[in-house]
C-alpha cells in the first residue's frame, strides 16, 4: 500500500459529461502528480500541485483542470469527455526527496 | 522539453540476466527513477541514482552516466512474476517526474 488513496477505481460515462477525480496523498506528502495512461501508452504528466499551489503543467489539455485544497487532496476534473479520454488516471504524491507514490489509479471509460 | 526513450519490448528466459536501456535529455536533471508496472496496476519503485555509478538492491540494479544521458536496469535470475512493464522517469529539478513509454519484459520458460 503506497498510501496515496484514489477514487473512484473504476468510471464509466458518457460523451460530453463532466467527472471529478479524486486523490489523497501520502501523509505529509505537499506535492501531488496527475498522469493520464492510454491503452498500451506511457505515463504522461498532466499537472503537479505543491501545497495547494500548481507548480508545473505537462500535457494537460483545456478541457481538464485540477486543484489542490488546504487539506492537501486533489481533485482532477474532465469535462466535455470524449471517447480518447478514456484511460487510466494515475495519483502520486512524494518527489521531495522521495520517489513518486502512485495511487491505484482510477480507470475512466467514455462510451 | 523532455525526451525520454526506452525499447517497447524485450524478451528473456527464467533465470538469465536482462538489461534495460534508456536514454534521457532534459532540461533539469534531478534524478533517473526505475517503476515496475503490472497491466492495469500502479507503478511501483524499484530503484534510483542521482550520481553516476551502479546502485545494487537485490536482483535489481540501476546504472546511470548523466554526461551520456543514459541509465540502464538490470534484472539478475529472472522470474516470471518479472513479466511486467519497466519505465524509466527523470525527475526533473522542478520535481516533476517525466516518464518513458516504458519496456515491456515477457519472461518465458
Known amino acids: 500500500d503506497s498510501g496515496v488513496t484514489q477514487t473512484p477505481k473504476h468510471l464509466i460515462t458518457a460523451t460530453g459529461q463532466r467527472v471529478t477525480l479524486r486523490c489523497s496523498p501520502r501523509?505529509?506528502?505537499?506535492?501531488v502528480y496527475w498522469y493520464q495512461q492510454s491503452l498500451d501508452q506511457g505515463l504522461q504528466f498532466l499537472i503537479q500541485?505543491?501545497?495547494?499551489?500548481?507548480?508545473a503543467k505537462g500535457n494537460i489539455l483545456e478541457r481538464f483542470s485540477a486543484q489542490q485544497f488546504p487539506d492537501l487532496h486533489s481533485e482532477l476534473n474532465l469535462s466535455s469527455l470524449e471517447l480518447g479520454d478514456s484511460a487510466l488516471y494515475f495519483c502520486?504524491?512524494?518527489?521531495?526527496?522521495?520517489?513518486?507514490?502512485f495511487g491505484q489509479g482510477t480507470r475512466l471509460t467514455v462510451v | 522539453g523532455q525526451n525520454i526513450d526506452q525499447p517497447t519490448e524485450m524478451t528473456a528466459t527464467e533465470g538469465a540476466i536482462v538489461q534495460i536501456n534508456c536514454t534521457y535529455q532534459t532540461s533539469g536533471f534531478n534524478g533517473l527513477f526505475w517503476y515496475q508496472q503490472h497491466a492495469g496496476e500502479a507503478p511501483t519503485f524499484l530503484s534510483y541514482n542521482v550520481l553516476d555509478g551502479l546502485e545494487e538492491k537485490g536482483r535489481f540494479s540501476s546504472f546511470l552516466s548523466r554526461s551520456k544521458g543514459y541509465s540502464y536496469l538490470l534484472l539478475k535470475e529472472l522470474q516470471m512474476k518479472d513479466s511486467a512493464s519497466y519505465l524509466c522517469?527523470?525527475?526533473?529539478?522542478?520535481?516533476?517526474?517525466?516518464f518513458g513509454t516504458g519496456t515491456s519484459l515477457t519472461v518465458i520458460p
Open positions: 502520486a504524491s512524494g518527489g521531495g526527496n522521495t520517489e513518486a507514490f
Open positions: 501523509s505529509g506528502d505537499l506535492s
Open positions: 500541485y505543491y501545497n495547494g499551489e500548481e507548480r
Open positions: 522517469a527523470v525527475r526533473h529539478t522542478g520535481n516533476q517526474f517525466y
